[in-house]
């Protein structure tokens, strides 16, 4: 199994790591992956080696993960039996379970890393194409990953932020990957005067529904980084109105002009995104992008 590079513990804010891919015999035998020399050195530094060994078909002890899910960027503590399954050997398994989240299939790529601080380790699965493009060190490979993470929810968002407020959501649409408050976008874009927060002399056309010019809410601090802050992401202090053409550019631009943007509203966010408890450096928020 290999251990983490740099590409990877940079990618998922790790200290140690390793992958490996899940094979058939793995995802249809006993549901269960062996754990490595690689995965032994994460779990040791954390449990130290003092797992059971047992060859009985009783349920295994449990131990606390982070199971992560890197389509969402979220992780919830859950926890997942592992066990020395012979009385002798170092062979040692770590076994799925559906409702814990890790519950990889076969060929996809399963992984646990360790982060600093963090009590638990992590481990989660996903395809080897979705990995590998996360953990890219290529900035274009990394720029299509998050477009596709953002284009998932964000239109179905602006468009809530931009209907009446007492319009009727379609029940599919009530409940968004990254839970963001429409009633909070309307107010960022009512506080700006609807003007656009990089370029107040950008010219939209105006909205059929609120006879404004049209605008679209950013959060500065990308709102699918919560589970890195213990406060709320989703307040006016990080929500910033742009015209369409400078949000795509936030997103979508070079590194060049995205840094520039970034800066500039950051420079004039920072203190009230402090005050918040969104306390981060210029370059901590720069890392998000």
């Not at 982070?66 to 926890?79: M, P, Q, R, T």
């Amino acid at each position: 199994m290999p251990r983490f590079q740099q590409r990877h513990l940079s990618a998922l804010g790790a200290i140690d790591g390793a992958y490996s891919n899940v094979t058939q015999r793995e995802a249809g035998g006993d549901k269960s992956v062996t754990v490595d020399r690689h995965e032994k050195a994460v779990l040791f530094d954390v449990y130290g080696d003092d797992f059971a060994r047992t060859s009985a078909d009783r349920s295994p002890p449990t131990r606390p993960f982070n199971v992560i899910d890197l389509s969402l960027g979220s992780f919830a503590a859950k926890e997942l039996a592992i066990k020395y399954p012979k009385e002798s050997g170092a062979e040692l398994r770590l076994y799925f379970r559906r409702d814990s989240g890790f519950y990889p299939e076969s060929g996809q790529v399963w992984f646990m890393f360790r982060r600093e601080n963090e009590p638990l380790p992590f481990i989660g699965s996903c395809s080897s194409a979705l990995f590998d493009s996360i953990t890219s060190d290529d900035d274009v490979v990394k720029a299509v990953q998050r477009d596709f993470a953002l284009d998932v929810d964000d239109d179905v968002y602006q468009k809530l932020v931009a209907a009446p407020e007492d319009a009727v959501v379609p029940k599919e649409y009530r409940a968004m990957r990254y839970e963001r408050s429409a009633a909070v976008g309307r107010e960022a874009l009512e506080s700006a005067g609807y003007a656009c927060e990089f370029d107040n002399t950008h010219e939209t056309p105006l909205s059929a529904v609120t006879g404004q010019p049209i605008m679209e809410v950013h959060h500065l601090v990308p709102i699918s980084k919560s589970a890195e802050f213990r406060c709320s992401l989703d307040v006016l202090a990080n929500v910033v109105s742009l015209c369409p053409n400078c949000h795509s550019a936030i997103h979508r631009s070079t590194k060049t002009v995205q840094v520039a943007m970034l800066q500039k509203l950051f420079g004039d966010r920072r203190a009230a995104m402090a005050a918040q408890g969104i306390d981060l450096t210029e370059e901590g928020l720069l890392g998000f992008y």
